[in-house]
């Protein structure tokens, strides 16, 4: 089954230990160090059902590590945006776990305005034609980050029942 086919639109259930092992997983096939502050800050990331932001990392790493400081958090970021294990959502600053750590992609984010929920939209069509449209374009991509904001299901349910 190619990698088309198999992510071109399904959703994601929430489930942080998986998550870790994924990653961790990951980090061994390819020889990566997964310090322990390292997977401190992924499972902190994995814990969360919405995006956090880098300055509550740190809050809750200071729990843990009390000489935890802004860069070495940074750092963390670093190592797993690099390795494509989390997304940085650019619009409000914040990070979320990568559904799929051991392939690489783009994908865009629906990120609601009144709960911040974020959820990964897994169809690779968006990515695609973005891509076709840049190069009818003579315009190389370099990275895509797509946000979509507006307002969840959820949120316009309550809305409305209030």
């Known amino acids: 089954m190619s990698q088309a086919s198999r992510h071109s639109h399904h959703e994601h259930e929430h489930d942080a230990r998986a998550f870790v092992g994924a990653v961790s997983s990951a ?3 390819r020889g990566l160090r997964l310090t322990p ?11 969360e059902e919405k995006p956090v932001k880098a300055y509550d990392l740190l809050d809750r790493l200071k729990d843990d590590h009390g000489s935890a400081a802004p860069p ?3 750092r963390a970021l670093d190592f797993l945006l690099e390795n494509r294990f989390i997304h940085k959502l650019e619009s409000i600053n914040a990070y979320v776990g990568c559904h799929h750590p051991n392939e690489a992609h783009q994908v865009p984010f629906l990120i609601c ?7 990964e939209v897994c169809d690779e069509r968006v ?5 076709e449209q840049a190069k009818e374009r003579g315009f190389r991509p370099r990275a895509q980050t797509l946000e979509v904001h507006g307002i ?11």
């Open 113 to 119: 305005d009144v709960c911040s929920a974020a959820v």
């Open 27 to 29: 980090c061994e096939l």
């Open 37 to 47: 502050l390292r997977l401190r800050v992924l499972e902190l990331i994995a814990a």
């Open 152 to 162: 969840c299901a959820g949120c316009r349910a309550t809305a409305a029942a209030g």
């Open 127 to 131: 990515s695609k034609l973005l891509v």
């Open 72 to 74: 070495t958090v940074y």
